[in-house]
């Protein structure tokens, strides 16, 4: 599920921007619009760091079985680490999970739901693509043998559903993709033809006109609304990929327009994809928490699980940390040289520990997420048979709703589950105050306007999550605001004593499991480093 920042822009908070892009251009104008701010990006390594000496009997506690955890646990301990993993939950991955029948998922609030999916059928309600850059992901998932298969992230065939929206004389109705993209793009390019040639300029547009024109024209070719000028976009790549830790990328600078011009090979390109939303994306054969599987099948000897942190104590020797046995409501406390701790900074800053004052603070300066989906099954694939739709997204702006996903997987089988909704900020919150029978009508209210009476005759289960509502997670990434980007990120990516955090929250890819894994990386050569050079000191006292 399985990225964000906060700041204000013009008046208006980011949040409440992003939602409002979401219902104009779908979840592809919201991610890009995220890349513009350095919210995602490319991994910026492809394999962990190569250390090199001994561990000499240290020990690592890790907090958290998610995949910075796990990355740590299964990184250090080939230098002879000892790295206990302490998870609260009772399997690993943390978010990194897909909802398969028997999954069960319980809410702050107590409400509690079982996926009833059929065998073989699944839905990936946190993380649910790789990137084909994201080259921290693809290392692990060589590593323990998970195979992928494409994941079809943008399909043209699919829908463009608007409804109430003034001056769109296809409100309320549905529109193929490709439809749009072939008129606005023609039009435009002739448009822009005339303008070339300036004698043929001869149908004037209204002022209206103009602007709606000049809109597109800025969001189409990544303009600087201002000047109205093309200075470069993430789209085209960066000349140092941003990465975790405090590498936040060197952008690429554009070509000279006449040498572009002179090169043939742009006669056979399209529209510019944002930097993360390109079309070849992958998914694990089976769900997302193959990798997650993968994972624990290495350390999951490690995991000591549904083992809940109540403290974090530290000294200048070492760390201690109380646990709580989810079972049976005993405390023990787990000893150990050095704490790396995942856990999000949601759920860590109401945790009693030993973390400094500007430690606490700046964690305190960052909020998470609220976000939701919904998985329904079909015993009928109808977007398939009746509509042509094979993945991609139908792009609506039904409010609550976001874009509706097909499935990638089970092609022209029986049956298939779609992703109904994916909501942010405030619409997921109203959505996630319904029951998980209401948030079920709500879907499948949705989805009839846009695919008609099969949508609820053909439809069998559900399963919904809301993220800002799931213990140990409280949230489905970390939202940084520019000043707390700037002031309070690079502390929180210093060690704190012995304590040092690593997880998505700590990288510029934030909602993106290779931000988890190359913070993970990053923190846990900060550990190797401060233990080797303990060593040597010991070593010269003696």
């Given amino acids: 599920m399985m990225g964000r920042d906060e700041g204000t822009t013009r008046g208006i908070d980011r949040r409440h921007f992003l939602r409002l ?34 561990a000499d009997g240290r020990r690592v506690i890790i907090l958290g079985a998610g995949l910075a955890g796990m990355t740590a646990a299964y990184e250090l301990a080939k ?35 079982r996926a009833l999916f ?36 943008d399909n043209p065939n699919a829908w463009a559903y608007r409804e109430e929206e003034d001056g769109n004389p296809f409100s309320g109705e549905r529109v193929r993709i490709r439809e749009l993209r072939a008129d606005i793009g023609g039009y435009t390019a002739e448009l822009l033809a005339k303008a070339v040639d300036q004698s043929r300029l001869d149908d004037e547009l209204t002022e209206e006109d103009r602007e709606r024109l000049i809109d597109y024209l800025v969001s189409f070719g990544q303009l600087d609304r201002s000047a109205l000028e093309y200075r470069g976009t993430g789209g085209r790549g960066y000349e140092e990929d941003p990465g975790a830790g405090l590498n936040p990328g060197v952008p690429s600078d554009p070509h000279a327009f006449r040498d572009v011009l002179s090169h043939g090979a742009i006669n056979s390109f399209r529209a510019i994809d944002s930097h993360t939303q390109k079309n070849t994306m992958f998914q694990p054969v089976g769900g997302m928490d193959q990798l997650a599987r993968g994972f624990e099948r290495a350390v999951g000897h490690m995991i000591d699980y549904g083992q809940e942190v109540v403290e974090i104590r530290q000294n200048d020797d070492g760390v201690r940390i ?16 050095y704490c790396l701790c995942t856990i999000p900074l949601s759920v860590l800053n109401q945790i009693p520990s030993d973390l400094s004052p500007e430690f606490s603070q700046a964690m305190n300066q960052v909020t998470y997420a609220s976000t939701g989906k919904i998985g329904l099954q079909f015993g009928r694939r109808f977007w398939e048979l009746d509509d042509h739709i094979y993945g991609g997204h139908t792009i609506t702006n039904l409010q609550g709703i976001g874009n509706i996903t097909y499935p990638s997987y089970g092609w022209q089988e029986q049956k298939g589950v779609l992703q109904g909704y994916y909501n942010f900020g405030s619409d997921a919150i109203e959505v996630s105050a319904m029951t998980s029978a209401e948030r079920t009508r709500f879907a499948l209210e949705a989805g009839s306007k846009i695919h008609g009476e099969a949508y609820e005759r053909e439809f069998e289960t559900a399963f919904s999550v809301a993220w800002h509502l799931i213990p140990y997670s409280l949230g489905g990434w970390a939202s940084w605001s520019s000043d707390a980007r700037q002031n309070a990120y690079p502390i929180l990516n210093e060690p704190d004593g012995r304590i040092l955090l690593a997880g998505e929250h700590l990288s510029y890819m ?12 990053i923190q846990m050569e900060k550990i190797h480093q401060h233990a080797q050079a303990t060593a040597t000191r010991v070593q010269e006292a003696a």
């Avoid at 979840?27 to 090199?52: N, Y």
């Fill in 21 to 54: 892009l979401g219902a104009t251009g779908g979840t592809a104008a919201v991610f890009g619009a995220m890349d513009a701010w350095g919210m995602i990006a490319a991994s910026a390594a492809e394999a962990p760091p190569d250390l090199e000496g001994s």
């Fill in 79 to 113: 230098l002879g680490y000892e790295t206990p993993i302490i998870e609260a939950r009772d399997f690993a991955g943390g978010r990194c999970q897909t909802a398969r029948r028997g999954f069960v998922q319980t809410e702050v609030t107590g409400r509690t739901q």
């Fill in 118 to 153: 059929d065998e073989g059928q699944h839905f990936n309600h946190g993380p649910w693509r790789i990137p084909y850059h994201h080259r921290s992901t693809l290392h692990y998932t060589r590593e323990f043998d998970v195979p992928l298969e494409i994941m079809v992230n």
């Fill in 322 to 337: 109380v646990v709580e046995d989810r079972g049976t409501g005993e405390t023990r406390e787990v000893e150990g040289d």
């Fill in 510 to 521: 934030t909602g993106w499991m290779s931000g988890a894994i190359e913070s993970a990386w």
